[in-house]
């Protein structure tokens, strides 16, 4: 089967730095995806790894590893509007993202 | 640019009734895909459709169906409802320049919600 595994929940404060976690259990995808999502709305695109390394956009880097089945994502200078949940996903033969149960991310004052 | 759009936003049915749900993909966009998000989990795919065929299915019984039309906008029906539909439907585009989802990145409608009785 496939699986991407996340923490349920993580918790911060503003200004802070928090690191999301994401393992999988997949071959032969394209690469790794981070979704936001609040509070049921849509889901929006925060960033993507292709290939190996860090990936960088603006406050969000996201980071993959897969030789060791394994990405990141990393939000700086956290801020209130950024309490949401977070999803990896990955994108198998171009075509559909398999999600993985999703982070929330509470950021407190 | 118009983003997607999904129609209705909420809805409620009885078990064994039918619903289609209706999405319109953004402009330039080809590829529509559906996903069913249940309280408290991730998006799990349905199918997708490119150029009004279906190119790809999750694991959901053939009672879930769709469409694409012309105009690359798309329908999700599903017959015989069970309590457990009941979830946020949700539908995504994508351009075709992107292989259809291959740089990771969709395009999502705000979804609608269905609740089953």
């Known amino acids: 089967g496939q699986s991407l595994e996340q923490p349920s929940e993580v918790t911060a404060v503003e200004g802070a730095i928090v690191q999301i976690n994401c393992t999988y259990q997949t071959s032969g995808f394209y690469g790794l995806s981070w979704y936001q999502q609040h509070d049921g709305g849509a889901p929006t695109f925060l960033s993507y790894n292709a290939l190996d390394g860090l990936e960088e956009t603006g406050r969000f880097s996201s980071f993959l590893s897969r030789s060791d089945s394994y990405g990141y994502l990393l939000l700086q200078e956290l801020q209130m509007k950024d309490s949401a949940s977070y999803f990896c996903?990955?994108?198998?033969?171009?075509?559909?993202?398999?999600f993985g149960k999703g982070t929330t991310l509470s950021v407190s004052s | 640019e118009t983003g997607v759009t999904q129609s209705p936003t909420h809805l409620i049915k009885t078990r064994g009734q039918q619903v289609t749900l209706r999405c319109s993909s953004q402009?330039?966009?080809?590829?529509v895909s559906w996903y069913q998000q249940a309280l408290g989990q991730g998006p799990q795919f349905i199918f997708q459709y490119y150029r009004e065929e279906e190119n790809g299915r999750g694991n959901f019984p053939p009672r879930f169906s769709g469409l694409q039309f012309p105009n690359y906008s798309s329908e999700l029906n599903v017959n015989a409802l069970e309590l457990d539909d009941s979830a946020l439907y949700l539908c995504a585009s994508s351009p075709a320049s992107s292989g259809g989802g291959r740089t990771g990145e969709l395009f999502f409608g705000e979804g609608s919600r269905l609740t089953v009785l």
């Open positions: 996903a990955v994108n198998k033969a171009g075509t559909a993202l398999i």
């Open positions: 402009s330039g966009h080809n590829t």
